[in-house]
């Protein structure tokens, strides 16, 4: 399935090889129901006029184009219909004043100022597009292609659109130094960008896991730093030695990636994160570290300790590396990084206090602050402007630099009421690695939810921001940190379909959003994906099925639930759900055993396979990892980890809170229950906390390797039942522990798990508890 994925996106990216490979996706705009009445159109333009009529569509039309620029755009146009299988026009000869057909035009008499507007019109006689340049000119041959994909490629409505994006920048970043991309990937990324009118690369090139940049003054930044030995079994052979994890870009491919963007009306932003995140730079050079000594390149995630020192030879190698960033990225700005650049190395180190002393500065803050002004000078020198995480806030701001606002919007909100422009990429709302739905089927990540509801609903201007300072927001970005991404189906599952709710926050006037009609909207983007071969995110239109055991009467009652509330259908027979199946209303009682089998519809076609589920006595009486809660006591930072092996292919997942490991079965019916049996792991603890390593809790062990302890009444009573742990799990990775439960104990009860002694190096995970009948 995965192969033949790639086989069609290669094709595509083939067929538009001068021109933007396509694949529109959308937002949640409209209170259009009046203004696009039918049309399924991502995102929803400013302006739309539907009238009476159509103009036919088919390998006989031809296009017509005014200059090689808007030929360019005519070509890109074919290659779209042609890729989404639907007949191919040819295109006119130059000079061609032939009657009908599709004319591309560049025109600069249109209202409006921005440089990416178009016109689009559709009459009985043919159809224009107009724009100011080649970009406004490629988003209205992606708004005609819309409109073709609409209705089959047999016709366009006639119509007339005037259309221009809301921000300037529209963007997304993706981190390539936590797991690297292939060139191919990249520009399948780059392609559906295009066809979401985003117009911003984001591209995150080192980190403490990698440095995936060649810098030629430099080779050892990728010859060492661009390799790590991946924790636990992924990083062991077959031949018992290690395994590197290695990946970079060479200069070469750089330049052939900014122009593939270019060609797609995208730049490229360099990301080259300083003074922390350095941790790769450090093992290859350990001369720029404050320590001295070489570290490996990391193979943990979370927030490290290593920082570059501060001598003037480490901000010469700086202006060396971004001498060289220059030459490759021709954008105007260039991301300096600067988020999450712990004190700690820096306070301890006797020659840095003495640093900060000579330079006159106050502290470690200002420190940082001396590094980033005196960066953001040297890129004012090449005709550059500097950008970096929210953190720059802090010790003071050089007077050009562009603040990137991730921790919330109240750093946005602060720089650009200090004057300065901005990017709003908060994490609670852009963050695309965040999981979007709660279904067991979502892959390893964090599941703090960023549904696609609260992507579509984020306003990029605060509210308390004065009129007069809101042309400071630039734009939005939405950002994927790919710590457990590691394959581009993954990657493809956090982008889409939410990449389209952001293309429309971005484009569309914020007066036309309307959630609801997104939705009314989506399918037809879905179908797009599907005839281009893009691997959407199947959960948000999956049917969850939870069930809750009554044993008393022998039944179980089932509740469904589709994350974006689209109408569910079901079966308890095993058949598949069809239009006229049982509508769901509310939650109902079957008898166990039942096939249950459910799928959200719109518009008499289900969105996703149906969810089948045998409802069974065994079903109810076990719950794995993700159908557990977190005890109270358990701390935050739920995550959704993968185990450390196989080397490659799939891998076990298991939810734990990293902080303070336990897991409760809330009101679990013990009543005839005769013991627990738990399945358990045992993974690497590759997280670095920084200064949260204080938070990190674990009950001590009260023998040699441990113990499982289950409470019952609260995670804070005394245990009922305690069963020692091995020194290690099975050949296959995984522990089976019986917990035989007091004689006594019946009813619902809270049930807490939890393994004892230290989480480092390892730590035990559960995988799936069961209830055991007497």
């Given at each position: ?42 995102p ?8 009476q ?11 017509h184009?005014?200059?090689a ?26 000079g ?5 057909g ?40 992606v ?34 130094a ?54 636990g ?5 077959a ?77 010469k ?13 021709p954008?105007r ?12 190395q ?46 720059i ?111 429309e ?114 079903w109810l ?80 062990a ?15 009573a ?18 089976t ?38």
């Amino acid at each position: 399935m995965r192969t033949k994925m790639i086989h069609r996106a290669g094709m595509l990216a083939g067929l538009l090889a001068i021109a933007l490979p396509a694949m529109a996706q959308g937002s949640n705009a409209s209170r259009a129901a009046d203004a696009s009445p039918g049309l399924s159109l991502i995102p929803l333009p400013t302006k739309v006029d539907v009238r009476q009529g159509s103009y036919p569509l088919g390998a006989e039309t031809v296009l017509h184009a005014q200059d090689a620029t808007a030929r360019g755009v005519a070509q890109q146009f074919a290659a779209m219909l042609g890729a989404s299988g639907l007949p191919t026009p040819s295109i006119a000869p130059a000079g061609s004043s032939t009657g009908g057909g599709i004319r591309f035009a560049i025109s600069t008499d249109l209202p409006g100022d921005s440089p990416e507007r178009y016109r689009l019109s559709v009459t009985q006689d043919g159809a224009t597009v107009q724009a100011a340049d080649a970009r406004g000119l490629f988003y209205g041959a992606v708004t005609l292609w819309q409109l073709a994909t609409q209705r089959g490629g047999t016709s366009l409505p006639a119509i007339d659109i005037q259309d221009a994006p809301r921000f300037p920048w529209r963007g997304f970043m993706l981190d390539s130094a936590r797991h690297f991309q292939s060139l191919d990937e990249i520009k399948r990324i780059l392609d559906a960008m295009a066809l979401h009118k985003l117009n911003t690369f984001h591209w995150h090139l080192t980190d403490d896991q990698g440095w995936r940049i060649e810098i030629k003054k430099y080779p050892k930044l990728t010859e060492i730093g661009g390799c790590r030995v991946a924790a636990g079994e992924a990083g062991i052979g077959a031949d018992g030695q290690p395994r590197p994890y290695c990946g970079f870009y060479t200069q070469d491919q750089i330049r052939e990636i900014v122009k593939y963007a270019a060609d797609r009306h995208i730049t490229v932003l360099p990301e080259i994160d300083v003074p922390g995140h350095a941790q790769a730079a450090i093992a290859a050079y350990p001369e720029l570290g404050v320590l001295g000594s070489r570290p490996p390149v990391s193979n943990q995630w979370g927030v490290h300790s290593y920082l570059f020192n501060i001598e003037e030879s480490t901000m010469k190698f700086l202006e060396d590396v971004l001498t060289e960033v220059i030459a490759l990225f021709p954008g105007r700005y260039v991301h300096v990084g600067a988020d999450e650049a712990v004190k700690i190395q820096w306070e301890n180190s006797a020659r840095a206090q003495a640093r900060i002393r000579e330079l006159g500065l106050k502290n470690e803050f200002e420190m940082q602050s001396h590094i980033i002004k005196r960066l953001e000078k040297f890129l004012e020198a090449h005709d550059r402007r500097l950008i970096g995480w929210d953190e720059i806030l802090e010790g003071g701001l050089p007077p050009e630099a562009t603040v990137m606002s991730w921790r919330g919007t109240e750093g946005g909100l602060e720089a650009a009421t200090q004057g300065h422009d901005v990017v709003m990429t908060p994490k609670s709302h852009l963050y695309l690695d965040y999981h979007q739905t709660t279904s067991p089927n979502e892959p390893p990540g964090r599941p703090t939810q960023v549904p696609l509801e609260k992507v579509y609903g984020f306003e990029p201007v605060p509210e308390a921001l004065a009129p007069a300072l809101r042309h400071h927001i630039l734009g939005l970005q939405a950002n994927v940190w790919t710590e457990h991404t590691r394959y581009y189906a993954r990657l493809q599952h956090h982008l889409y379909p939410r990449l389209a709710a952001l293309a429309e926050v971005g484009w569309t006037p914020a007066a036309r959003k309307d959630y609801a009609d997104f939705l009314k909207r989506l399918p037809a983007q879905l179908q797009r994906y599907r005839s281009l071969g893009i691997a959407y995110a199947k959960t948000p239109f999956e049917v969850v099925v939870t069930a809750q055991e009554q044993r008393a009467a022998g039944t179980a009652q089932i509740t469904l639930a589709n994350p974006l509330g689209y109408d569910i259908r079901y079966t308890v027979d095993g058949s598949a759900p069809v239009p006229s199946s049982t509508r769901y209303a509310q939650p109902f009682t079957v008898t166990p055993p039942a096939q249950v089998r459910a799928a959200a519809f719109f518009d008499g076609r289900p969105l996703a396979d149906a969810t089948g589920q045998l409802v069974d006595r065994d079903w109810l009486l076990r719950r794995t990892s993700d159908a557990l809660a977190s005890c109270p006591e358990g701390g935050r930072l739920l995550l959704r980890l993968e185990d450390d092996g196989p080397r490659d292919g799939d891998r076990a997942m298991f939810n734990v809170t990293i902080f303070n490991p336990c897991w409760q079965w809330p009101q679990a019916d013990l009543t005839g229950i005769a013991r627990l049996r738990v399945r358990a792991g045992r993974i690497p603890y590759y997280f670095q906390l920084a200064h949260d390593e204080v938070n990190r809790k674990f009950e001590p062990a009260r023998s040699a390797h441990g113990e499982l302890l289950v409470r019952a009444g609260g995670c804070k009573a005394e245990p009922v039942a305690t069963v020692p742990l091995p020194a290690k799990p099975d050949a296959d990775g995984f522990v089976t522990l019986d917990a035989a439960l007091p004689a006594g104990l019946a009813g619902q009860q809270d049930l807490c798990l939890v393994f004892t002694g230290d989480t480092r190096p390892e730590m035990w995970v559960l995988d799936e508890v069961r209830l055991v009948p007497r």
